[in-house]
């Protein structure tokens, strides 16, 4: 399985917006779902955003609707999370994550057992009120 390393995390504020980025390495995204996972301090981790294989099928989670967009390039074996209008409730670590079991659904994301998702180290997320 492709080695998945997140980048763009940081310190923003409140309103402020962000793009995270998920690049693969020794093996390739482009045939898999995709998406994003979060876990803040002390709470269970969450799901965030997804995509299907070919990018033009997402999901989000309640709380990411209408605020972030999901997007990828298989061209660059990269996958995006862009999220606008950040709040202080959006600080937590970000993961990427693809199909471990070759789903291309978005779907294959959501209802995945963790064990069943490859995924990356995290990237940390600060957002100050």
């Known amino acids: 399985q492709a080695q998945l390393v997140e980048s763009g995390g940081g310190l923003v504020q409140a309103g402020d917006s962000l793009t995270l980025s998920c690049a693969a390495s020794g093996g390739t995204l482009s045939t898999v779902a995709a998406g994003w996972f979060r876990q803040a301090p002390g709470k269970e981790r969450e799901f965030v955003a997804s995509i299907n294989w070919s990018g033009h099928s997402t999901y989000y989670s309640d709380s990411a609707k209408g605020r972030f967009t999901v997007s990828r390039d298989n061209a660059k074996n990269t996958v995006y999370l862009t999220m606008n209008t950040l709040k202080p409730e959006d600080t937590a670590v970000y993961y990427c994550?693809?199909?471990?079991?070759?789903?291309?659904?978005?779907?294959?994301?959501?209802?995945?057992?963790?064990?069943?998702?490859?995924w990356g180290q995290g990237t940390q997320v600060t957002v100050s009120s």
């Open positions: 994550v693809t199909s471990g079991t070759g789903g291309t659904s978005f779907t294959d994301i959501v209802q995945a057992p963790p064990r069943n998702l490859n």
